[in-house]
């Protein structure tokens, strides 16, 4: 099955500095790839996401990569400011194909530092 | 989007007790998954909902422990059977859209067993 690693697991920021989280995946099959973010206490929700035709796309101040042949994703925050503070969670899936299921990385706890 | 209600959102268990966690969906949706969350940890998918069958259950989950129903297209119900300390964790009910591969959570229901 598939299998994500995350890193790193902990990131700290001063606001206004950019954040970089990384992500590989394992299967050729994923073509999605998603980001969430999980605030303390509530439930995660869905960022940005990037599919498998697409190298790079950009949502204001938070932008995905994704390099399909080395199965490497990242996720760029820039200017952060103290509500970026969160976890985040790098997934891939092989949507809308397969089994549709939902792989989650190991989690980044972002702290953006006022 | 999806909305999905879950409930309980938490409870407190005797060891060796079952509990049954029921998750509704405002829309429908093709795909049902149920994942655990432990404290500070990533989410970890125990099994996929298939409407009228049987769950799919992933490496580490069985039937007997975490018994699944999907009735109809937007109602599922997992239930811990059984339960130790070692259940103790939250579990997220989520539902993918299907013209997105978005997946939606529910706010998680957090299971104490003393």
């Known amino acids: 099955g598939e299998n994500v690693e995350q890193h790193p697991s902990t990131l700290s920021v001063q606001e206004g500095d950019s954040a970089v989280i990384k992500c590989t995946y394992s299967?050729?099959?994923?073509?999605?790839f998603p980001w969430y973010k999980q605030e303390l206490g509530k439930r995660p929700q869905l960022i940005i996401d990037?599919?498998?035709?697409?190298g790079e796309k950009k949502d204001q101040r938070i932008a995905v990569t994704l390099n399909k042949t080395a199965k490497h994703f990242s996720l760029h925050i820039t200017e952060t400011q103290p509500e970026d503070s969160a976890v985040y969670f790098c997934?891939?899936?092989?949507?809308?194909?397969?089994?549709?299921?939902?792989?989650f990385g190991t989690g980044t706890k972002l702290q953006v530092i006022p | 989007s999806a909305v999905i209600s879950q409930k309980p959102s938490r409870d407190i268990c005797q060891r060796g007790t079952s509990l049954t966690i029921q998750c509704q969906v405002d829309?429908?949706?093709?795909?049902m998954f149920w994942y655990r969350q432990q404290p500070g940890q990533s989410l970890t998918l125990i099994a996929t909902a298939n409407q009228g069958s049987e769950a799919t259950y992933e490496s580490g989950f069985v039937i007997d422990k975490f018994p699944i129903s999907r009735p109809n297209l937007t109602f599922s119900t997992l239930t811990v059977s059984n339960m130790s300390p070692e259940d103790s964790s939250i579990y997220l009910c989520?539902?993918?859209?299907?013209?997105?591969?978005?997946?939606?959570f529910g706010e998680g229901s957090r299971l104490t067993v003393l």
């Open positions: 829309s429908q949706v093709t795909m």
């Open positions: 299967d050729s099959a994923s073509n999605y």
């Open positions: 997934a891939a899936s092989d949507y809308p194909g397969g089994y549709q299921k939902v792989t």
């Open positions: 990037i599919r498998s035709n697409v």
């Open positions: 989520s539902a993918l859209a299907a013209n997105t591969g978005e997946l939606f």
